[in-house]
């Protein structure tokens, strides 16, 4: 059948197709306008575990999500598909993440791992072994956009994008992220890890074309972090949560402090969302939670505001999901998923319909 075919045999209030692709979709690859690449990886983690499962989480999540969202309704005809990624990568994941443990063990003892030959050498190994991770994903991505596609991240640790953003560089001369997170991740090759889930945005300032990170939401950081921030010269702003509320607290509204996010950002923008960034509440079992953050509405706003803005979204990644003992981090992520794909989409000028609007 043709896609338009497709659209009319299919019955989006029902619950999703359990053999369909993310969100119970019926498309192949080929007829989705979307295509999220999954990255299960957590090989540097150092606190709590997870991340590696949060595509598969978001997955089972997602049949459960109604595709008439009150903000882009016609989305879901535009195709949403979870690519069909190299098993090597989550197997790889779980065998380096093995290696890692001793080192940073050792670390945490004062140990200088260089003393330890068998300890570097396993250090350098998921060194390459990381490297040649994001050099996979820039393939992948660069694939599919060569194919016409609007192209997303789905992580895994913070370390998964780096090869995301490298396509990108590869595509657009310049842009800027937007950094939604409770960590500024700019500490220089964590605990001797070159791609640390907690270096992602130092080594993404390492690519010229990035012009700009603007933080949101950071509620922990360390004395080298700041020095990065302070070297950079204007080249990476920080909203913490402790200002942002404060500003709240004070009278000021979330759309006027929206907007002077926005304003700071260049004309294309990439939205990399660490699930963190929002309270506890929401993701509750996140490798690295810290009290405080946005709320989901918060987020939502933020991002539509971004949109209205007339800024270009060139692409996301979504990165932190883990999932606990319940699906309530899966069915989080999934929703926010969602949400970001029809943000992704409006910029784009896709066609995802009429918001809805109830009389009052």
Known sequence: MTKQQIIENFDPSQPGLADATIFGLPFSAEQSEIIVIPVPWEVTVSYGAGASEGPEAILDASFQVDLLHQDFPDLWKLGIYMDEVPEHWAKNSEKYKGLAQPIIEALENGEDVATFPALQSDLDKINKVCRDLHTEVKERVQYWMDKGKKVVLLGGDHSTPLGYYEALASKYESFGILHLDAHMDLRIAY?????????????????????????????????????????????????????????????????????????????????????????????????????GGLTYEQAVYLLNRLVESGKEIIGFDLVEVAPGENDWDGNVG??????????????????????????K
């Open 191 to 291: 605990e001797g890890f070159t791609y640390s889930h907690a270096s992602i945005m130092y080594n993404a300032l390492q690519l010229p074309q990035i012009s700009k990170i603007v933080q949101v939401g950071i509620r922990d950081f360390c004395e080298q972090e700041v020095d990065v921030v302070t070297k950079e010269n204007g080249r990476v702003l920080v909203h913490t949560d402790l200002d942002l509320k404060k500003q709240l607290f004070e009278g000021n509204t979330w759309q006027h402090l929206c907007d002077t996010i926005i304003n700071s950002l260049p004309r294309k923008v990439c939205v990399s969302f660490d699930i963190d960034a929002m309270d506890a509440l929401y993701c509750p079992n996140t490798g690295t939670p810290v009290p």
């Open 334 to 359: 999934a929703r926010m998923l969602f949400q970001m794909c029809g943000a992704f989409a409006k910029s784009q000028k896709m066609e995802v319909g009429e918001k809805i609007v109830f009389k």
